[in-house]
């Protein structure tokens, strides 16, 4: 299985967000008022300003700091981490272009330890710092998440600035975080973000369990902490019912009419995980029906069997056929008027394939535009998946070859069970070192969307019976 992210710290959003921060991130209002009202009062007063930004921990104060220039313009977000000094740090600070420049105090909302004569030449520093001209433009913040903390600060900074410092109405402002009413939302959007389009369902949540966290959740922190705990309860259950062959799962989809068009509208992201939602909406077979019983566990099926859609072209499936057919094969080849010329492209093809992008643990490519099939290959792929429709095993078993030779995967079988449940076997079993990939052919003369879907959702519908997962 991908693990799943569901970060409940700002810095591992940023990390994994990749610039599209402004997709999960919902307006505060209150709390952008509040920094809407200090701006005020910085441009009349001409000088900088102090904030103690009190929150409970997991409120989202780091986020909603580090995130404001989302909501206005001309803001820059600067931070001092606690383990860099404020008086030198602040000294090297220039006056700033921006409107408003704000400074967080990072990472030092439970320094209680720390001696009252460093806090107050700290908060001299700020001082200084903010009636300069180099920080005219600039709003310092201090975060912190207890009680205890906020009423220190507000008393040294009493002393230190008084009303100057600390403004003339409340001495500090309650963070309390985004609404409760926007948990599910959230959260939804951050799972999509950072998991390549995965949704709650891929995590075995439905949307009305989601809901339901929120009652016990204080903060969107803990929220996140919640979903993180119970997709690590529901993958656990999977992975106790398969046992000691962890597989991932992947449909292999081989086509005269080449639907990669098809398999990209039914997979997510540069990972080519089947997406379940546009399965399900895809077809209308009557296997939905049943899925319908239980999303969240489909969902959930296929991102811990890393359920993948994978497409080969019909120049890649003719050429391994040739080069790597056995005996067997090469006469049901000539059968039925399929040349049998080896002309050892296979392996070039075959390395030039998202097969090989997957087991290599690389994203998918881009998708190039490339000739025109003619008739000819045409012709002879469909020839080629005739054999296949009557006797599969001959022809999975030349991919098994090519892989090996690739040094793909170390070894393989054909036809392996899985399971008292599962009425069909795994075409083919392969072994890559580290665990096991069960991939599943897909060949036909033709096929579309709709097959494709329910190719994929019968498989894991059987795949889940097999584990007895799936009632």
Known sequence: MNNLLVPDRFEKLKENAQGNLQSIIVEVKDALEKI????????????????????????????????????????????INNDQSIASTLSNFHSTEFKLRVIILEGREALLGQLSSELEKDLHSINTFLRSNRGERTLIVWPCNTDEMKDVLVDVAGKIGGEALLGIDSPYYNFSGPSKKNFVDIAARTVQLLNNGASLNDMGITEEYARDLVQDATTIGKYFSFLRRQLLINTQTVKKLVGKEQFKMWIVVLAGNEPENDVAALTRGQSAAADIERLMVSTEANIVTDLKQYPEKIGLLSSVFDCKIIHIPILTATAIARDYASTQLTEKMRDVGLSTKVDNSGLIRLLNSELNNALSGNPSGIRKKGNKVGNNSREAFEKLAHIASNNDKLVNKTFGDALVEAELISSFLLEQDLGDGLTRRTDILCDIGEGKVRIEMMWRSRTGRAEISNYVLTKLYNYGKAIEYLS
């Open 36 to 79: 809407d009202q200090l701006y005020g009062d910085m441009e009349a007063a001409d000088r900088g300003a102090f904030l103690i930004l009190k929150g409970e921990s997991g409120s989202g104060k780091s986020t909603f700091l580090n995130t404001i220039n989302l909501f206005r313009k001309g803001v820059s977000v600067e931070t």
